[in-house]
């Protein structure tokens, strides 16, 4: 599989575990975005020159493309965005502006990554609105019963944990959710390159991930929207592409998906993103689930056999993540002692200081799997953490 990503071929004796932060790219991807730049650079929407049309059906062909490994209902329930941070902001700043009223309530769990607290932080000061956190049990399993109410108008949940890796029960959440009156947004960055996706049967109102973690490039992500919300939502951004008549006076908009997609877009990394989808496609994302499962089990266990090495979160139901600490060992020791082994692990606060803190801890350190790596590298890395860690507990 590495002799698909380039970026091996530089870096042979590299262990790369850092997916969940962003994936390498497959040569195809690499290649469609050098195409396009070498051989077919044109505008897309705005001209009528073959060049451009040829960029404007493949620019529409990636939106098919995510359409169907959403396995949304229409084309048009696909916006292109930055990544999925946009994608949060633009459902806060569009539909949570449109909707909230003070005492309004906003639920969002203690596990969410920074960008599914902070956009939402901000929207409830301006709008009054009260933004509530769902706690979570010893194992990082979400407690959540009882804690959507008619008072709720969004519910905004992780879909996997980029800490503890949780696996979170979306569907049923949803279920609830809508019961009471209340949208549900789901943060799909950890879950998108790792399980197969379906919007309808999650019957969630929102759902956005990032293509750089799906093997594609960075700068372009995707929020999904059930077309009877993004129809009555206002766009964010004023500009190009996104207007249907413009006088001196007032302006009218187009329909969505171009609503939420002003000025010129990133036309290469959205064709690209539709290689990298491919990619995904070809491989399949069972036999992709099944393959770092196995690295994942492999890992927990032989990572906790190692003395002092604990592991934050061991909820039922996991993705491919697992954080840990080891007691007397600063994180960024360890992972600067496995850097200059040419391991690669993240360490820090992971962008989720609330579910850290929950645990007592302001820094940690996170193994996480993409496609490419092998039991042997997670060989590797056990001996290493064991030599590491003998150093400090002998
Ligand atoms: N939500 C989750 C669950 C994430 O893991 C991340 C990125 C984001 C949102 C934001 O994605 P972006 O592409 O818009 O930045 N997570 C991480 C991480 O765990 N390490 O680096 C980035």
Redesign the pocket.
Known sequence: MKNLFPYFSHHPDLIYLDS???THKPKCVIDAITTFYEQENATVHRAIYRASLTATEQYNATRVAVQKFLNAKLEEEIIFTR????AINLVARSYGKMVLKPGDEILISIME?H??IVPWQMIAQETGAILKYIPVNEKCELLWEGLITPCTKIVAL?H???VTGTINPIKEIAKVAHQNGAIILI?G??SAPHMKIDVQDLDCDFFAF?G??CYGPTGV?VLYGKYELLEKMPPLEGGGDMIQKVEMSHTTYQKPPLRFEAGTPIIASVIALKRAIDFIQGIGLDKIAQHEFKLFEKATQNLSEIPGLRIIGNAAEKGPIITFTIDGMHPLDVTTMLDLQNIAI?SGH??AQPILRHFGLETAMRVSFGIYNTEEEVDRLVEALSAIGSLYNC
């Open positions: 969940a932060a962003t990544g999925t941070t946009d990554h960008s599914n992780a996997i944990s980029n943060d960055a950890q990032s750089h973690k992500g993240r992971l962008c």
